[in-house]
């Protein structure tokens, strides 16, 4: 990997949960001998991508990114197109909506919304990556990818989330086909105990399947009627936000969610 591919890198490991590091916890975290990591955050802070902060002089993310994610968004309102169409799924469902955006082979959080209906839902967080092997969203997307990036993540160690996470690559791969067939995929605890969620895939203008909407539900209130109205309102959603990215489904996907439903 060449140094650009090493710096950005080395941004990916900033989240929610650990938003500023020391260099020797980035070094462990990385890979890279200390010396490697503080070269590249040098030329980062330079540039305004990362900055030191606090008596331990930690690193979190700079200025720049925010510029980036600006620009980004102007030029391309994915976020901004989905979020009414994410509102909706929530309060029509009384549950989390999430939406995840195939982003250089990883599956990323983009985008979710909650309902005011229950004290009690299910979490999300920006930014975050989701395992493709322990939720629905991943799995679904694994089911409508091309085979050859399927076959590269499942080459992959595939962590044990939670007691009900599979792990075995070749269990995988037979789930595959039958989430294709039924067009969407389900989970139950496999990435936070109780938590069901069901997933549907996204596309662009060539049918490739660039990322999945999905709802996230406390096991305990997911009973057959519920998944019922999820499947329903889930596709809705995704055909609204598929045509408003200029995608298109592939061919029969949408009467299949329509009796599925």
């Known amino acids: ?19 500023q590091m020391g260099l020797s916890q980035i070094a462990r975290a990385s890979g890279l001998n200390k010396a490697t990591c503080h070269r590249l955050l040098q030329e980062m802070e ?17 200025p720049a990114v925010l510029r980036l994610a600006s620009l980004r968004e102007a030029a391309v309102p994915m976020r ?20 995840s955006h195939l982003v250089a082979g990883r599956l990323q959080t983009l985008a979710f919304a909650y309902s005011a209906r229950h004290a009690m839902a299910v979490r999300m967080e920006d930014a975050d990556f989701l395992p493709f092997h322990a939720t629905a969203s991943g799995l679904v997307v694994l089911a409508f990818a091309e085979k050859a990036m399927s076959e590269t993540i499942l080459a992959a160690p595939l962590p044990q989330m ?5 792990t075995d690559p070749e269990a995988i791969r037979t789930l595959l086909p039958a989430i294709r067939a039924r067009g969407h995929a389900e989970t139950d605890s496999t990435f936070e105990p109780g938590v069901h969620g069901i997933a549907l ?8 399947c660039t990322g999945s909407i999905a709802v996230a539900t406390p096991a305990a209130r997911m009973t057959e009627d519920q998944r019922r109205l999820t499947l329903a309102e889930l ?9 408003a990215w200029g ?6 996907l949408e009467t299949l969610w329509r009796d599925a439903a």
């Open 1 to 19: 990997m060449g140094t650009v591919g090493k710096a950005l890198e080395l941004l990916d490991l900033f989240t929610h949960r650990q938003p």
């Open 46 to 62: 330079s540039c305004g991508l990362v900055e030191q902060t606090g008596p331990a002089r930690e690193y979190r993310l700079g």
């Open 80 to 99: 901004e197109a989905a979020m009414p169409v994410l509102r909706a799924l929530a309060e029509a469902t009384g549950e989390t909506a999430h939406l």
């Open 162 to 166: 939670t007691a009900s996470t599979g």
């Open 201 to 208: 895939p996204l596309f662009d203008a060539t049918c490739a």
């Open 235 to 243: 596709a809705r959603a995704a055909v609204q936000i598929t045509t």
């Open 247 to 252: 995608g298109q489904l592939p061919p029969g």
